[in-house]
């Protein structure tokens, strides 16, 4: 027989005193949530995105797909891409820990969905016609090999062709290393290609986001007539860890973030992600271009 009582309601395991749900919450769909790793405060997944995947509390960036980057810098539908179907070869029949290159290509292609680690195309930034190469964060860690190479030489003839100001979008973790001295040797073709443009009195607008790391940071990133850091973005050539334990000394803190680039005259401006559009027409405008 069920007890009755009136001073203390009975609540079920479902249900708490004011109607709302006291089951522990298993059927939150999965990535509803992240965590911030600038401010550890959990985010409304779907907030961020409506804020161009920076955190609302602390202003982190966050790394985004090229998909994306081009969707937020060019107007809508207006890239074109070109040289999307390119892949790499695998001249070194690679391995590492017990991966082929190959392997690691096809994963990597199913899980980002890109052909290679940039994608370049003409496109228009608040009307202004532009050439457009965005790396591709997803695609072996946004590394450069030869089609890397290849894809922005081959954006640096279009601009030079075409009279377009050159805008790049770097994130990358550097060379290669499953394509060896081919990937390395990117480093002093892109280079080589962007001497071209500066004799063909063309501009280059490179924007530096978290990462740019290694031979892209060493070769054409840092390379750009004028130099745009996302606010936060770690900017070096080797890590902080690997510097430390060569040289010895202890780094000074905030060591190789945009601020800190920024400070030292590395770059020469850092633009919050929703205004890189509005940045980026006004210095064409500004040169002329
Ligand atoms: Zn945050």
């Known amino acids: 027989m069920a007890k009755k009582t009136k001073s203390k309601p009975v609540l079920s395991k479902a249900e708490g005193w004011n109607g709302f749900s006291l089951k522990p919450r298993k059927d939150m769909p999965e990535g509803?949530?992240?965590?911030?790793?600038?401010?550890?405060?959990?985010?409304?997944?779907?907030?961020?995105?409506?804020?161009?995947?920076?955190?609302?509390?602390?202003?982190?960036?966050?790394?985004?797909?090229?998909?994306?980057?081009?969707?937020?810098?060019?107007?809508?539908?207006?890239?074109?891409?070109?040289?999307s179907e390119m892949t790499t070869d695998d001249p070194l029949n690679f391995k590492f820990r017990g991966t082929t290159y190959k392997q690691r290509i096809k994963s990597d292609e199913k899980k980002s969905g890109a052909r290679e680690a940039m994608r370049i195309g003409k496109a228009?930034?608040?009307?202004?016609?532009?050439?457009?190469?965005?790396?591709?964060p997803n695609f072996l860690m946004g590394s450069m090999g030869f089609v890397v190479g290849e894809k922005f030489c081959t954006a640096v003839d279009k601009a030079i062709e075409e009279a377009l100001p050159l805008v790049a979008v770097c994130c990358s973790g550097g060379a290669r290393m499953h394509e060896g001295v081919v990937s390395l040797g990117q480093m002093a073709k892109t280079?080589?290609?962007?001497?071209?443009?500066?004799e063909a009195g063309g501009l280059f607008i490179s924007v530096l986001t978290d990462p740019t790391t290694g031979g892209v940071s060493a070769s054409f990133a840092m390379l750009g007539d004028c130099l745009i850091a996302e606010p936060g973005a770690?900017?070096?050539?080797?890590?902080p860890r690997t510097i430390a334990e060569t040289i010895k000394?202890?780094?000074?803190?905030?060591?190789?973030?945009?601020?800190?680039?920024?400070?030292?005259?590395?770059?020469d401006m850092i633009v919050h992600r929703r205004d890189l559009r509005s940045e980026i027409a006004r210095l064409v405008d500004y040169c002329q271009k």
């Open 124 to 136: 228009f930034i608040k009307g202004r016609a532009v050439f457009l190469a965005v790396m591709e």
């Open 191 to 198: 280079s080589a290609a962007l001497a071209k443009l500066d």
């Open 249 to 267: 000394v202890e780094l000074p803190e905030g060591f190789q973030t945009s601020e800190f680039m920024l400070e030292h005259g590395f770059v």
């Open 32 to 83: 509803l949530w992240m965590q911030c790793p600038g401010c550890e405060h959990m985010l409304y997944k779907s907030a961020v995105e409506k804020n161009m995947n920076v955190c609302p509390e602390c202003n982190h960036h966050f790394r985004i797909e090229a998909a994306i980057r081009i969707k937020y810098l060019a107007d809508e539908d207006s890239f074109q891409e070109i040289l």
């Open 234 to 239: 770690l900017i070096g050539f080797a890590g």
